[in-house]
């Protein structure tokens, strides 16, 4: 799938303007996700209520207040905290050059790509060359979803970084820990120093390492699939006791001869029943489940659940 821009930008590198594309450099959507379902089967649905009523609240209704003393709020409605907010500006004005190493990565929030637009090749490859040679990246500020942002313009082989910062009270002290520094001996150093020596690799290889949790997860919810375990909601308006365990086997076989599946359980609702012409529904197979490797060597083929995780 190709890549989508987020927003359209103008880089002010002196008096050159670059236009560039913006693109997310990360994908949040990797984690397994889950959905909160009732013992039904159903979906559930989340609701605000009130503290000292008990009544549900419409988020329409709701305002936002700050609470300065316990249980004391200033309240502010939608339109003031708006009136509060930085204008959006497609501009991004780069504001210093320093030494590319000068970021303490604690600093880092979320990271981008920018890509030139129409017009934009050469005078990004200029800059991209440029910071290269000179060993310096860029700070820039950024006014986006009504806050201005200080970011970090680096150059990477293939391009730049637009790498969004946090500001200094966002980002804790390690004097703050009061950490007790012990004195080392010479011979414990070397000791150290040995060991690191020994697992001491020149790059860090991202594909060389894998989400062992994540596919653990992954696993486990391909055995239930081709496990036969799965839960069905019923169509709405059709009486019944909700969503039930099927055997996946029973279906395809029900399915065929036009009939229902089995239920594992011993209560089976009322379904409609599938007619003789209607084309069978292909439920996916999910391949069988391996143990996960802490280095990957090669990409593993995509299960159903992993297809659905990247969605």
């Known amino acids: 799938m190709a890549a989508r821009s987020i927003a359209s930008l103008s880089l002010s590198f ?10 997310a450099a990360t994908e949040s959507s990797s984690d397994v996700r889950f959905n909160l ?10 609701q605000y209520v009130s ?23 200033v309240v502010f409605t939608g339109d003031e905290l708006k009136a509060l907010e930085d204008s959006a500006s497609h501009v991004v004005e780069i504001v210093a050059f320093i030494p590319e190493k000068a970021v ?10 920018i890509a030139p637009d129409k017009r934009g090749g050469k005078p990004y490859s ?4 440029a910071l290269a040679e000179s060993g310096r990246c860029a700070l820039a500020k950024w006014a986006f979803r009504g806050r201005t942002r200080i970011v970090q313009v680096r150059p990477e082989e293939g391009g730049l970084v637009f790498q969004q910062l946090l500001y200094a009270d966002e980002v804790r002290s390690l004097s703050d820990l009061h950490i007790e520094h012990v004195q080392v001996s010479d011979s414990e150093l070397k000791l150290a120093l040995q060991i690191i ?6 790059n860090y290889d991202p594909t060389a390492y894998v989400d062992e949790e994540k596919q653990r997860i992954l696993a486990a919810i391909d055995e239930k699939i081709e496990g036969k375990q799965i839960i069905a909601n019923e169509p709405a308006g059709v009486t019944g ?41 292909k439920l996916p197979v999910a391949p069988r489940t391996r143990k996960p490797a ?18």
């Open 241 to 281: 006791s909700g969503g039930q365990v099927i055997d996946l086997m029973d279906a395809l076989r029900a399915s065929l001869k036009g009939g229902k599946p089995k239920a594992a359980a011993a209560a089976t609702p009322t379904a409609p029943k599938r007619k003789s012409a209607e084309p069978v529904t």
């Open 294 to 311: 802490t280095r990957a060597e090669k990409a593993p083929a995509e299960t159903p659940a992993k297809v659905r995780a990247r969605k």
């Open 126 to 129: 200029l800059l991209q060359q």
């Open 104 to 113: 303490n990565p604690v600093f880092y929030d979320k990271a981008y790509y």
């Open 14 to 23: 002196g008096l050159v303007s670059i236009p560039v594309k913006l693109y």
């Open 37 to 46: 379902l009732a013992p039904d089967g159903s979906r559930v649905k989340q």
């Open 51 to 73: 503290e000292k009523t008990g009544a549900v609240v419409e988020r329409s209704s709701m305002n936002k207040g700050y609470e300065f003393e316990r249980d004391r709020f």
């Open 197 to 202: 020596e020994q697992g001491t690799e020149d």
